[in-house]
């Protein structure tokens, strides 16, 4: 059966159907599903389910930004220059985006506008790189799960095979499976593009560039390698573990970064894309034009200035030191007692992966999975407190993905869910 109702199905004109106009692969697609979809339930009080950055954005003035007055006010002039774009809607933005990406090369320290891409979110610059290396039917990418699940909703949408290598989990920490990919590589000619999420979501680990390049020297893989940087900036040294160096030695990379994280920008939806000059003339062939409108276009560039970069770093350090306070907290004796585990992975991120365990004495190291839902669940709809449920993953049973709060939501989340585990 389609996946439309009866009432849906009852179409006119009588000789129009969706089965004889979609291709089948879509209509059997199912949706991607956010946990922002608001459709049929507002959004909670407190929100920790999207990876957001929970402190606010560099674009306003957090608590403890360290402003002198000039800089505060010449701030202020800058929001109201970004907004006065509004008066110009009438005129289409830049198509090349030239002042922009010229302003994110010298953020980023490239030598040249020339090796970025932008795109509707980190999102859109995913289902481009599938579109520009993948033919449809024939290709493949190759995942490592757990990861982020647009990479598979992408390929389905654009019909091409996704292969998988699971990370290996030992002791809590998961590790990319070199020899399995190289295995799987040397078996499947066809995968075009290998998507590494670094630091992973949900796994909040960082992949080391040494492996990174261990792939990118591999002769027996063709395509490319996308380096998901969503959280890199969450990262201690983050310049120093971040693929970009790596550019000028390897075409076959692409890094994949955004303004949503660490600038606190997810509304804005702006990704970039970091690649040899050939494959970013290739990408902005097949995108579609004026992608970034010129609101979207003034406030990126406002975020880039040395007060914004002030407060995005300040914002970073905050968003750390609360990761910290949680996991401590989290650790102490009560929780242990109430069945909550060690959070896995890499802690490297603005969010961590909470398992949650059986209370029964002598099995304190089983998970459990049915335990873990009931807890979520309890936590949205009846105390406010959005957290994401992902025990369905591969080596994620029974736990939450937490983001990283305020101080404030912090401390209520702990309160909370303290009560909550007494209870289940």
């Known amino acids: 059966m389609p996946w439309f109702s009866n009432a849906e199905a009852a179409?006119?004109?009588a000789h129009f159907s969706l089965e004889g106009a979609i291709r089948p692969k879509i209509l059997a697609l199912p949706a991607y599903v956010t946990s922002t979809s608001d459709e049929f339930q507002p959004r909670s009080t407190i929100l920790m389910d999207a990876n957001e950055n929970s402190l606010g954005?560099?674009?306003?003035?957090?608590?403890?930004?360290?402003?002198?007055?000039?800089?505060?006010?010449?701030?202020?002039?800058?929001?109201?220059?970004?907004?006065?774009?509004?008066?110009?809607?009438?005129?289409?933005?830049?198509?090349?985006?030239?002042?922009?990406?010229?302003?994110?090369?010298?953020?980023?320290?490239?030598?040249?506008?020339?090796?970025?891409?932008?795109?509707?979110?980190?999102?859109?610059?995913?289902?481009?790189?599938?579109?520009?290396?993948c033919t449809p039917s024939k290709d493949a990418i190759l995942t490592t799960p757990p990861t982020f699940g647009l990479y598979r909703s992408r390929a389905a949408l654009n019909d091409v095979e996704v292969i998988e290598c699971p990370l290996e989990v030992s002791n809590g920490d998961f590790v990319l499976p070199i020899q399995e990919i190289f295995d799987q590589l040397e078996c499947n000619p066809q995968v075009k593009v290998i998507f590494l999420a670094s630091p992973g979501n949900p796994t909040g680990t960082l992949i080391s560039?040494?492996?990174?390049?261990?792939i990118l020297d591999f002769p027996g893989f063709k395509g490319i390698l996308v380096a998901d940087e969503a959280y890199i900036d969450f990262c201690p040294l983050a310049e120093t573990v971040s693929a970009l160096d790596l550019l000028p030695k390897y075409a076959n990379l692409l890094v994949l970064q955004t303004l949503s994280k660490s600038h606190g920008l997810a509304g804005l939806r702006l990704g970039m894309a970091f690649a040899h000059t050939a494959i970013i003339e290739i990408l902005s062939k097949i995108q579609m034009p004026y992608c970034v409108s010129s609101p979207t276009s003034a406030l990126a560039m406002l975020s880039l200035t040395?007060?914004?970069?002030?407060?995005?770093?300040?914002?970073?350090?905050?968003?750390?030191?609360?990761?910290?306070?949680?996991?401590?907290?989290?650790a102490q004796s009560q929780f242990i007692d109430l069945g909550v585990g060690k959070p896995l992975g890499g802690n490297q991120a603005n969010f961590i992966l909470l398992p949650i365990l059986k209370r029964n004495p002598g099995v304190t190291h089983a998970r459990d999975n049915p335990r873990a839902r009931t807890v979520s669940d309890t936590l949205k709809k009846v105390h406010g407190i959005s957290v994401r449920f992902i025990g369905d993953l591969q080596g994620c049973e029974a736990c939450m993905r937490i983001t990283i709060g305020t101080e404030e939501e912090n401390t209520m989340l702990v309160e909370t869910l303290k009560a909550v585990l007494e209870v289940f």
């Open 57 to 133: 954005s560099c674009l306003t003035t957090c608590p403890s930004a360290d402003l002198g007055v000039d800089e505060q006010v010449n701030l202020n002039d800058d929001l109201a220059l970004a907004f006065s774009e509004i008066t110009r809607l009438h005129r289409y933005p830049s198509a090349s985006q030239w002042q922009l990406k010229r302003s994110i090369a010298e953020w980023r320290g490239l030598s040249s506008a020339r090796n970025i891409c932008l795109g509707v979110g980190a999102a859109d610059i995913v289902d481009l790189v599938i579109r520009m290396a």
């Open 209 to 214: 560039r040494s492996d990174i390049k261990r």
């Open 306 to 330: 040395p007060a914004c970069e002030q407060l995005r770093r300040q914002l970073v350090a905050r968003t750390i030191a609360n990761r910290e306070k949680l996991i401590f907290d989290l």
């Open 11 to 13: 179409m006119q004109p």
